[in-house]
Each structure stands twice: as C-alpha cells, then as structure tokens.
C-alpha cells in the first residue's frame, strides 16, 4: 500500500463527507411543505416569501444544497463568497484532487447574474468578497446583504448560510471606523498568533453584522442560520463571527485582548476610540442571550471537523487499517505542534504491530516574524520532518480543508523521513532557518512535499492523518 497515495484517499473521503451542499441537504427535512429541523417545525405555506442569505467559503454549496432541499422556490437571495472557483462550473475550477465536485454559478466580475437553475428558484445573486482581509468587494456586498435582511417581514423567513471566512467577507464597518480601520485591524490579528475566537472578538465590537446584529436586523422575520464550523469547539459565536447568534463577549473583552497582544498602540486610533466609548456605554453592546431579536431565529451546524475526522477514520478501517482519532482541538503555535505530533508519532511506531492511522483536527496558529511564503500546515510538516528524519514506515499528512494554508497555493505539506534531506539539499539551507523566515512553500516544493487541491468549496479548519507501519 501506498501510504501517500492512501492518506490522499482518506482525505478526500473526508472532504466529501462535509460538501457543503450535502450538508445542508441532510440537515433539512420536510414532509411536505412542513419542515423539521431539531425541534423546529415549520410549515412554509405560513410564509410569504423566503430569503436566503449567506456568506463564506462554502456558502455558494450551502446554497445548492438549500434549493435541492426546498420545496418552493427562493424569493430573494445574496451569496457572499471568495473564490472564483467556487461559483464556477465544475468544467473550469475543479482543482487537481477535486475534480467533479464543484461548480453552481458563473462568475462575471465582481458579481454575477442568476443562472438559469438559480433563476428557477427565485434568483439569488452571487457576490465575491476578500479573504481574509476586508476589501471594497465586501463592504458593497455586506452593504446589500444588510439591505435585504431590512427588507424581511415578519410573515418572511430567512436561510442564513455560514461558512468559514464570512467575517473578512461581509466588512460593514461600525459608525465612525472606516474600511481602512477594520483592514488593519484584521492585518495585525492574523500576524499576532492570536487564535481565531479572540480576532472573533475584535472583529464583533467594529461590525454591524457580526456578534447577533444579523439577527437584530432581520427580527422580526423568523430564521434559520445553518453553519459549516470551522472553528474549534464549534462554538456559535465564532463560526462566520456569530452574525445570529448571542454575543457572550463585550467591549472590555476586545480591550482586553488588544491589551494582552500588544496591539493597542497599533490599530488605527478610531478603533480605540470605539473600544473606549463601548467600555464606558456610549456605543451599543452586540445582543445578548435574552435579546427578544433571537425569539424567532433557529440554528443547526451541519458540519464540521469532527464529521470529517470520523469520515476519514471510517475509510482507513474500510481498508483494513486500524484508525484514531486523537482531537479535533489541535491548536498552539504550528512548529511546536509539529514537533509534539512527531514525538508522539515515534513512540507509537515502537509498539505499532500493525498499520495504524493517527487523525487530529483543528486549527493551529503562526506568529509570523518572516516574510516568506507559506502557512501553519506547512510549518507543522516541516517540524514534524525535522523530527523523524531518517525514520522510515512514518508518513503524515497537513492540509487545509479549504485548499489553502497562510499566503501559499498549497493546501498544506507532506512529511516523512526523507523529507528533511530532500528539501535541504535541494535548497541549501536548514529547515530552522525555513521556519524563521516563515518560507516553508520552496522547500516544501524542492522535497516533492507540498500537498496542492486547489479550492475545495468547503471548509472545517485542518487535518492532520499520520500513516504508521510498512507498507504491504
């Protein structure tokens, strides 16, 4: 057995698991036009029109998967995505180890016309936006996206669809902070090392949109918010920064955060002076768990890590191996936990009497000091390589649900025993200076190492899969 050629074979089973539009197809149920979600029941003949917004890297398959499943069709929609591939027929954007399994609309410019299925279903507009800093392209959809959710009745309902990535995506920016404001702000977030619910945090007190506001803006139309969790925990608030959720964290919070990173004499100073008036009551607080606006609104995660850990785990043992799911939790700075995963690795292949696979999920973070191309899976394999080099029977996989890992094209790295010595002699230099200068893409290139997809139109953070054991 091939072991590279094996772990690709889990992750893609993996994947396929978490297709957005599976998804969200297996998550709603109707007899009739009744519809029966958890507890939820719902008879659509009681609604006079039907919304579907949406924003993240999988909302445009969170979509698909909302038309097949409906049994009317949608009056009004807004989509917000990133990836031009993701709202390309399969024909044209299916990456190297996807192919088939995306496509929808088309995309022409910063928008797109309905396609002729979409059309069938009422029309829902599809609108690209950049991740993951805020541009111009975001603020003009969230803007829209505001306006649509103001236009809800009460006899409306409203699909939220919320996937990874739709903070960056829907920048609405408080009053008084500019789209510059909230650019560097995010900048100085993900350079920090900071883990994703605390950016969350900061990112809730600048919007209009995130942390319930939403859900404030559509009340009193009722909704249902159906989330892809990318973040670890799949706590509500954090997924897509909680935009119809309650807001446990506050002004002080943010403050505090900013505090513990340093930042608060790096970001622009209207966001401080924002953060000040919120910490003494002069702004709006974002709605908490009583808040009557959520009276009406229902949310259900239809996916997530875990799902796609077991998904994978699955297909090994289908293949005779035997699989453990070790967290979906990962988390702390990439090299480091590269390195403990290694270590961990090494003493299990001592007592290893058969091929085991190891499964981890999660989502580490990098401080970035250097100016290199790469992203925290490839820095994780690096570390890991550094650790078994020269070691045989050890083969792991990094990778990025989503296609992608940090500024690179790659969705993460490979790591094995040769891996080290490959990228070294290729590159003439150690993979300790790599990691310093944060330039793991060339040297994962010059190894043969680097693990491309190209964009998979889902996203539940990483996955780690370590092989253990010869090959047969």
């Known amino acids: 057995m091939n072991a590279r050629a094996a772990l690709e074979r889990f992750f893609l089973k993996g994947l396929d698991s978490v297709d957005p539009e ?21 008879n659509l003949k009681r ?49 190297p180890l996807c192919k088939g399994r995306l496509g929808g609309v088309e995309p022409s410019g910063l928008s797109t016309s309905p396609t002729p299925s979409l059309q069938r279903r009422g029309g829902v507009r599809i609108m690209l936006a950049g991740h993951p800093v805020p541009d111009r392209n975001g603020l003009a959809a969230a803007r829209k996206l505001l306006d649509l959710a103001a ?21 609405a920016p408080a009053p008084g902070l500019s789209l510059a404001d909230i650019r560097k702000t995010t900048r100085l977030l993900l350079v920090s090392g900071a883990p994703i619910h ?11 949109i995130a942390g319930g506001q939403l859900a404030r803006v559509l009340f009193p139309a009722a909704s249902i918010t159906l989330l892809l969790s990318d973040v670890i925990g799949d706590d509500l608030e954090a997924i ?51 808040d009557p606006v959520f009276k009406s609104a229902r949310t259900a995660i239809v996916a997530s890590n875990r799902t796609m850990l077991d998904a994978a785990a699955k297909a090994a ?11 979906d939790a990962l988390q702390g700075e990439a090299r480091d936990v590269g390195a403990i995963l290694a270590d961990l690795a090494l003493v299990r292949s001592r007592v290893c009497r058969r091929p085991l696979i190891l499964l981890a999920g999660g989502e580490t973070t990098v401080r970035v000091h250097g100016k290199g191309t790469g992203g925290r899976n490839q820095e994780m394999a690096l570390a890991f390589a550094d650790r078994i080099r020269g070691i045989e029977g050890i083969t792991a996989l990094f990778a990025g649900t989503d296609g992608k890992d940090g500024n690179s094209a790659s969705a993460g790295g490979w790591a094995d025993g040769g891996t080290a010595a490959r990228g070294e002699r290729a ?11 944060n330039n793991s893409t060339p040297f994962l290139r010059a190894a043969k190492d680097l693990f491309v997809t190209g964009p998979t139109g889902t996203n539940v953070r990483d996955v780690v899969m370590i092989r253990m054991g010869k090959a047969r």
């Open 47 to 95: 609604v006079r029109r039907i919304c579907a917004l949406g924003a993240g890297k999988a909302a445009t398959g969170m979509l698909r998967g909302l038309i097949t499943a409906l049994p009317r069709p949608i009056d009004a929609g807004l989509i917000i995505t990133n990836e031009i591939a993701a709202v390309q027929p399969a024909s044209t954007a299916a990456p």
């Open 427 to 437: 590159r003439g230099v150690s993979i300790a200076r790599v990691l310093a200068a």
């Open 198 to 208: 605390e950016v969350n945090i900061v990112r809730r007190r600048l919007s209009r």
């Open 151 to 171: 236009s809800a009745g009460p006899d409306d309902l409203a699909f939220v669809l919320i996937s990874g990535g739709a903070s960056a995506m829907t920048p």
């Open 317 to 327: 043992r289908e293949e005779g191996l035997s699989a453990e799911i070790l967290t």
């Open 22 to 42: 599976k998804a969200v197809s297996r998550a709603l149920r109707f007899r009739g036009t009744s519809l029966e979600l958890g507890r939820t029941r719902l």
């Open 240 to 290: 897509g920064s909680g935009p119809t959720v309650p807001d446990p964290s506050t002004f002080q919070d943010a403050w505090d955060v900013l505090s513990r990173l340093d930042l608060l004499s790096k970001v622009p100073h209207p966001v401080l002076v924002h953060l000040r008036a919120g910490k003494m009551g002069l702004v709006s607080e974002t709605p908490k768990p009583r």
